[in-house]
């Protein structure tokens, strides 16, 4: 593989004392735009090693770059969907290859509205593959690096994960079953030094959110939500907190209704 990113520290880990960002490796999914975007690009301007992964093969090469530029020490970026089998074993095969690493970011997940009663079952189907099954096989499969590193796990949810609006139900559900899956992988595994994060995030101006509104036939005026930097801002907050401390929800919403 062409690019090795550096060993992260132990500074970082020890009671009491902030992370030390440019001795870390975090993984981001969803990074090719959004949030995913603007947290990667929040965690290199810390000067982090950023492993990246998203679907648009394009988009994710243009945040790879922008990304060195910011600061980021070091930066791996694999095209993949978590939901196809072969695209997940090349990504662990990859991201196995640079070490252990400190941060991983949940962001990817896919969404889709209907009310229950016109609702496809195909669409509940791949909800659930790539919002809940897919970030709980790449936590599976971290677990023990995070264990020996004494890192972070932060899962990006929707304000839909504590309280279901009309016609998102399957979508919802999934949100959902992710703060539970979160919730009880923090009672497992807090004793061993990993601590295990949930922002719920409410309208985000966000490609996905341009067309949401669209789909709904409403104006989109961007400036009146919560933008993807506000979010970063606070997973930076969340993830840079002393290790004698540990936010385990966070609820964040435009200071506006859309």
Known sequence: MATSLPPSGDASRQAGMERSFAEAIALVTGASSGIGRAIALA????????????RNRDRLAEVKTAAHSAGAREVLAVPADLTDADDFERLTAAVGQVGDIDILVHCAG??????LEAAAVTDMDALYAANLRAPYRLTQFFLPALRRRKGDILFINSTQGLAASADVGQFAATQHALKAVADSLRDEINATGVRVTTLHVGTTATPRQERIFAATGRPYAPDRLMQPDDVASAAIAVLGLPRSAEVTSLSIRPMQKP
């Not at 965690?43 to 998203?54: I, M, N």
């Open 43 to 54: 965690l290199a301007a810390k000067g982090t090693s950023l492993c990246l992964v998203g």
């Open 110 to 115: 896919e969404y889709a509205r209907a009310p």
